[in-house]
């Protein structure tokens, strides 16, 4: 029996999915994460993972794994010290920007640090032009000095970007060979390998993090292949990127910044596969953890895929799921601010000390901690009884910030969960509202460890309807990394007019593409018949800023092709602009190829269906604060591996699991699918 095993680092816990092949059985696992070095708690999370199915290293098919420490060492600044060499004259543009205030209204808003200290953003004198043509030859004597000048300087990285090293790249690969001949214990990465794309700014922020987040991605992948190589793994592990695709842990190291949003980008992954079972293809996702709550909208089963976003401030060019994330999870720590307002988070007690109520020292209350107040948790353990937690102590610490407020203890542990979800609310009316759609005509999927847990109140804050909660919901990360497929994202920027004199040039441009896709499925040892190829290309009209994507239909770039594409972009630009600009010129920007490398993935077997009943899964009762009753309620408490397909619990009622707690409030009612998976619906 092969077992495939995915593991997702986050900032409290470490979760674990194992799938059996064969069977389609599944087992899941939650460690406590170890922040000071990530890869222990993985390698802890494997081993005792592989215990509870009592099965050795040698039994596994498949490993992947989703992380935060590329997020986290860009939210902390915990990078390198990082040099940049750029083009005579354009030093300071990674710190002039767009000069755009980050809140157009708020005049004491401050901007991220510069990740390169101006002493250490060096010029060379180089200038390729636009089209190509080189305007001033590189001085390779001024660059060897520029980088000996670094090197004394004691910085970890080099970063490398010349004003149109995306045109003409061969500066840049000069560059690149005089830093291993001058420097070779420092990490170098250069602006036509990380982001190939026009738009100097961006461009040059997307090496520059690439470059600051290097030595830390090397470092960490380095001691995780070790342990996990000593404890036997007979397979080459994978790591999730920020598109929800997955890569050998060697370009995840030489390209780090594509893994920003690695954990989060699973989750959808997962969503998507969950909603296709259960029949329900649009969806917003909710995965609310310890530390942070991730968001996403996906129409007709796909989640946008964006070339660009903000990352903490810091503009980054490379593909990634279009995912908004709020520093709001269970261990967000509720606070008086200087107002006299109740506020939670971002600050996260993570997961150590943890919430007060793990009581490993934490004085201030969390959301986690409000929870079991409210006993919405469980006020004696979590995980199935693994971790104990101390009801009184959470209600001491929520007893301080209620008579700061002049409140009573039930009254703010109710308000944090209030403010809690303003804050989720929030987020999801970015990615819905913001950008035309109705929350209302969406299912809720909601998972993460908190994420069932605070969705019935979530749903009625945005009047949606339905609420989906997978079967496994703590772990769903990690089982996205079982559902996942290889893939690899490539650009060019070749500025062409949309007609037919400029067909020669958009093929050649794909065929460069395809060349270099051809080149990554051969490298990561894809079969022929597992290669998959999609293509698109930003357009825009003439004198515009903004491009729109447009899908290129397969096969050789003749007219017709060309005329779909008019009709594409005409399409899109009516959908999100409402109009189309008869007769203007469009132009073709940036031409994309996204390879995709086809992985035997986890399939699921749905359940026959059984009685409504649901009674012989109770396992206790207890009384909960609920507030639309303003007081304590007695619920029914549901063990959620003794469901079964086609059961009904109406609410109030709470259904417990190792991973995850559900809340179904009155008015509600909770069935069982065949999948196994829960579907919340208003009675």
């Known amino acids: 029996m092969t077992w495939r095993i995915g593991v997702d680092s986050g900032g409290t816990f470490t979760d674990v999915c194992l799938f059996e092949d064969d069977s389609g ?3 899941v696992w939650k460690v406590a994460s170890t922040p000071d070095d990530p890869s222990r708690g993985i390698a802890q999370g494997f081993e005792e993972g592989l215990r509870r199915i009592d099965r050795s290293p040698a ?4 490993f992947g794994h989703g992380t935060t420490v590329a997020t986290n060492a860009l939210i902390q600044h915990r990078g390198v010290k990082t040099g940049l060499i750029t083009t005579e004259g354009f030093r300071d543009l990674l710190e002039i920007g767009r000069q755009k205030r980050p809140d157009l209204y708020d005049l004491q808003a401050d901007k991220p640090p510069v990740l390169v200290a101006r002493n250490l953003r060096l010029e060379v004198p180089e200038r390729v032009r636009h089209d190509g043509t080189v305007e001033t030859a590189l001085d390779q004597d001024a660059l060897r000095q520029a980088v000996r000048v670094l090197r004394d300087a004691g910085v970890e990285a080099v970063a490398v970007c010349f004003l149109y090293g995306f045109v003409r790249a061969e500066h840049e690969a000069v560059a690149r060979r005089i830093i291993t001949e001058e420097f070779p214990a420092a990490f170098a990465c250069v602006s036509h390998e990380v982001a190939p794309e026009f738009r100097e700014f961006e461009r040059m922020s997307t090496t520059v993090v690439n470059a600051y987040l290097g030595p830390v991605m090397q470092g960490y992948i380095s001691r995780l292949a070790d342990r996990l190589t000593g404890l036997g793994l007979p397979v080459s592990p994978h790591l999730t990127q920020s598109n929800g ?3 050998g842990f060697d370009q995840a190291a030489r390209l780090p910044v594509r893994t920003v949003l690695s954990g989060p980008s699973t989750g959808v992954v997962a969503a998507q596969a969950v909603g296709r079972m259960a029949g329900f293809e649009n969806l917003i996702t909710f995965d609310m953890g310890g530390t942070s709550t991730d968001v996403a909208l996906l129409q007709g089963g796909v989640c946008r895929l964006a070339t660009e976003a903000e990352v903490h401030g810091y503009p980054i060019k490379a593909p990634m799921l279009d995912i908004h994330t709020v520093g709001a999870g269970g261990g967000s720590i509720a606070y008086v601010d200087s107002g006299g307002l109740l506020k939670v988070g971002p600050r996260s007690a993570g997961a150590f000390p943890g919430p007060v109520c793990y009581g490993q020292g934490n004085q201030e209350p969390t959301v986690t901690d409000a929870n079991v107040v409210l006993r919405t948790l469980n006020p004696t353990h979590l995980l199935g009884g693994r971790m104990q937690v101390d009801q009184a102590l959470a209600q001491v610490a929520i007893g301080r910030l209620a008579a700061h407020l002049g409140l009573d203890v039930m009254t703010t542990a109710q308000g944090i969960l209030s403010v809690v979800i303003a804050n989720m609310a929030r987020a999801i009316r970015v990615i819905s509202v913001q950008r035309g759609h109705d929350p209302r005509d969406y299912t809720l999927a909601a998972f993460g460890g908190a994420g069932p847990l605070h969705a019935a109140q979530l749903a009625k804050e945005l009047e949606i309807g339905r609420i989906l909660v997978p079967r496994s919901p703590g772990i ?12 690899a994202d490539f650009a060019t920027t070749r500025l062409r007019t ?5 067909r020669p040039g958009v093929e050649q441009a794909f ?5 270099q896709a051809e080149a990554w499925f051969a490298g990561e040892g894809i ?14 009209y003439a004198g515009q800023n903004y491009e729109l994507s447009v899908p290129v239909p397969d096969g050789t770039i003749t007219a017709a092709t060309l005329d779909r594409l008019a009709d594409g972009f005409a399409e899109a630009h009516r959908r999100m602009y409402g109009f189309v600009a008869e007769g203007e010129p469009v132009q073709l920007v940036t031409f994309r190829v996204e390879a995709t ?10 359940h026959p269906p059984r009685a409504a009943d649901a009674s012989s899964a109770i396992i206790g009762r207890r009384d909960v604060w609920l507030p639309d009753a303003g007081g304590f309620v007695p619920c029914p408490v549901y063990d959620r591996e003794k469901l079964d397909a086609g059961n009904r619990i109406a609410g109030p009622a709470i259904i417990e699991q190792m991973d995850a707690t559900t809340v179904v409030p009155p008015g509600m009612t909770a069935r069982v699918e065949p999948y196994l998976n829960l579907i919340l619906e208003a009675t």
């Open 25 to 27: 059985r599944i087992e």
């Open 59 to 62: 039994d596994v098919g498949y």
């Open 245 to 247: 695709g997955v890569i």
């Open 476 to 487: 769903l990360c990690a089982m996205g990394l079982l559902l996942t497929d290889l893939r």
């Open 498 to 502: 949309l007609t037919v004199a400029e």
């Open 511 to 515: 065929t460069n593409l395809r060349g």
């Open 527 to 540: 079969a022929p018949g597992s290669r998959q190829i999609a293509r698109t290309v930003d357009m825009r």
């Open 597 to 606: 490398g086809l992985v035997r993935k986890a399939a699921f077997q749905p």
